[in-house]
């Protein structure tokens, strides 16, 4: 019996996902959440920007390959994708604003060199590899949604407001159905065994960015327990 | 003049006879599988592997066998197969 693409990318996915939930539970799970997570929340937002330029970018590049059969469903695809994305920088913005940090802090705030790592390694592959690889980026980061039930646990204990958590939320309630189109187009195409392996590259390189930032802003808050924001704006 | 001829003397001395090339005989080793890689670095528990998920394996090319090794070695100790407790990670 013949595995579909995207269980084949989730079996690999499986081997490497430790990786992503040690670091998550550490992260999440930390006694001084409340202190980190508006810094969460900055970095997320410089991922989700980052990851719509790197969706437009995959999208051209497919543009450019009108005889490749993959490249042919990878654009369409992106298209609906960046549609369905294109707002929701603006809307996590308006939580970081409830947490009192202006729009121009976060802009002033550098990311974290694992966002860089996590959101340029991409276009790397997208450029020089094929524009499909953006999908083990997408399938690891929509694949792991939020839960309500978990945001509203950590919203109760680190006592934030619940506006910081509105754009999160929204993802718990929409990811589920992205992973499920997700799934269904790379199923629908024919791919090589060379851009499989590309695709689980890339969503392994994904586990580890994600978990290096986790780890990033543990370090950070270990060094400045009282400031970390201000901190990544000095640095 | 002793040592120019000491010089022309050491120029001249003859190398010594190259010993003949002894050719190297190959020991194949026997090849190990992904499933055998993965199981020594601890990526996966030997135990309870479906045959489904050892086909997965054994068909890993070398970077993505790598890749899981390395990921696997930075978690130090702590066992790999964890299941997340929380996830509210990078929605995008």
Known sequence: ?235 | MATKKAALKKATKKAPAKKPAVKKTAVKKPKTSNLDRLVAADVIPQANIADQDAKVINKLSAAEVNTLIKLRKKLGDAPFATKASTRPNFPV
């Open chain 1, 1 to 235: 019996m013949s595995v579909s693409h995207s269980d084949l990318l989730w079996a690999k996915i499986r081997l490497a996902e430790g990786r992503l939930n040690a670091a998550s539970d550490q992260f999440w799970l930390h006694p001084n959440l409340a202190r980190m997570l508006p810094d969460f929340l900055v970095q997320l937002h410089r991922v989700m920007q980052g990851g719509l330029s790197l969706m437009r970018t995959a999208r051209d590049r497919a543009l450019v390959l009108p005889q490749d059969p993959v490249a042919r469903i990878v654009a369409p695809y992106l298209e609906q994708h960046i549609l369905e994305e294109q707002d929701h920088d603006d809307w996590l913005l308006d939580d970081i604003g409830t947490l009192k940090i202006r729009p121009a802090e976060v802009a002033a705030a550098t990311p974290l060199p694992a966002v860089v790592s996590l959101v340029g390694a991409q276009y790397f592959w997208a450029l020089n590899i094929h524009p499909v690889t953006v999908f083990g980026y997408l399938i690891v980061l929509e694949g792991y949604p939020p839960l309500t039930e978990q945001l509203e646990a950590i919203r109760k204990r680190t006592r934030l407001p619940a506006t910081a958590f509105r754009c999160l939320i929204a993802h718990a309630d929409n990811d589920p159905h992205h992973i499920a189109d997700l799934n269904r187009t790379l199923d629908s195409m024919p791919l090589t065994e060379e851009q499989q392996k590309y695709l689980a590259l890339s969503a392994f390189h994904t586990i580890d960015a994600v978990a290096s930032v986790f780890e990033e802003l543990l370090a950070l808050h270990l060094s400045s327990p009282r400031s970390t924001l201000r901190k990544l704006k000095a640095s």
